[in-house]
């Protein structure tokens, strides 16, 4: 295009930023083809408190980008693990309503089989997917200004921008952001917003079969999720993941004495990872499963004599 017509430039509105489908279309993910991979990121242990700041950027890089948009809302998510039965419809929706590729996920249910206080077993189903954070590490560690708040304080990704760097991933506390194979860049939960600002339900609260996800401003008093969550913490039934990691996550959820959060929360991804399609085994459903050490099936051998064979 001659330089005389070249159209001044903008920033992408939000149905822009999250539109996959039309960018994958286009071709453009070639012009990332040749920059760093998530393999190309230092790897370090995640800090057992805290977040991976060591990746964080300087903060007059990120700081126009926490901030979001003065729209006077604030969205927010209650997930209630007592109604989850591990249907994965949450999931197929939002494959389908996002393009996600196979082997790859932008929410995932966690199995976990754990024992309640009268001996019993039970099976905990946890929907889990990105938490939305206050002070959001991702758009800290994001050196091309991809990650950003958007509508309501979601975390968003600009694909116009991204290059897949993948600093985005190691910092995430949650593993929830995975790097898409073809566009070589970080894809996560917007929370549906080219929905939402049609006045719908993200995908996967639109398909929940047993209301277990919940969706909403939490700035409007009135709301579903307003009035759920203040009694759910009335009732002391309210929990948040890895708060010792102070990411202010929008996201709750609903437990119980007989499966608090911690009974389940060694099982999800952290810093580095992703959801992963080894969490739907069997062998990952157990109480001491590290997240995503595969368990060698019984008719494997391995290095227990006592165990070999069995």
Request: glycine residues 6%; contains cysteine.
């Given at each position: 295009m001659p330089?005389?017509n070249k159209p001044?430039?903008?920033e992408?509105?939000?149905a822009d930023?999250?539109?996959r ?9 070639a012009?990332a ?6 393999d190309a990121v230092a790897?370090?242990?995640p800090p057992?408190?805290g977040?991976?700041?060591d990746l964080?950027m ?10 979001a948009?003065?729209?006077g809302?604030?969205?927010g998510?209650i997930?209630?693990t007592?109604?989850c039965?591990g249907c994965?419809?949450?999931e ?8 996600v ?5 932008i929410?995932q249910t966690?199995?976990h ?7 019993s077993?039970?099976?905990?189903m ?33 694909y116009?921008?991204?290059s897949g ?5 190691d910092?995430?506390?949650?593993g929830?952001?995975?790097?898409d194979p073809?566009a070589?860049q ?6 549906c917003?080219h929905?939402?600002?049609e006045h719908m339900?993200p ?6 079969p047993?209301?277990?996800l919940?969706?909403g401003?939490?700035n409007?008093?009135d709301?579903?999720?307003?009035r759920?969550k203040a009694?759910?913490?009335s ?10 990691k102070?990411t202010k996550?929008?996201a709750w959820?609903?437990?119980s004495?007989?499966?608090p959060?911690a009974s389940?929360?060694?099982k999800l991804?952290?810093?580095?990872q ?5 969490a739907?085994?069997?062998y ?8 995503h050490d595969r368990?060698?099936?019984p008719?494997e051998s391995n ?5 070999e064979?069995r």
């Open positions: 330089e005389d001044d430039e903008a992408p509105d939000h930023a999250v539109d489908r039309r960018f994958l279309k286009t071709g453009l993910a012009a083809g040749g920059l760093a991979s998530a790897q370090q242990p057992a408190d977040v991976r700041s964080f300087p903060e007059e890089h990120w700081r126009e980008r926490m901030t948009p003065d729209d809302k604030a969205y998510w997930v209630d007592r109604k039965f994965h419809a949450c197929v929706a939002c494959k389908s309503e996002n393009d590729p196979l082997g790859n996920f929410r966690i199995y089989d754990t024992q309640r206080a009268n001996g077993q039970a099976r905990i946890v929907p889990m997917s990105c938490q939305h954070c206050e002070d959001a590490p991702c758009i800290k560690a994001c050196p091309c200004g991809a990650l950003h708040k958007g509508a309501g304080g979601s975390v968003q990704v600009s116009d921008k991204c760097h993948a600093s985005c991933k910092a995430c506390p949650y929830a952001i995975y790097i073809v070589n970080a894809v996560k939960c917007h929370n917003t929905r939402v600002d339900d995908a996967c609260v639109a398909t929940c047993s209301d277990a919940t969706f401003d939490l409007d008093h709301s579903k999720i307003s759920m009694e759910l913490e009732e002391g039934a309210l929990e948040q993941l890895r708060a010792q102070d996550p929008r959820y609903a437990t004495a007989d499966h959060a389940f929360e060694s991804p952290g810093e580095g992703s959801y992963h399609p080894d739907y085994s069997v990952e459903w157990q109480q001491t499963t590290p997240p368990v060698p099936h008719g290095d227990d004599p006592e165990t064979g």
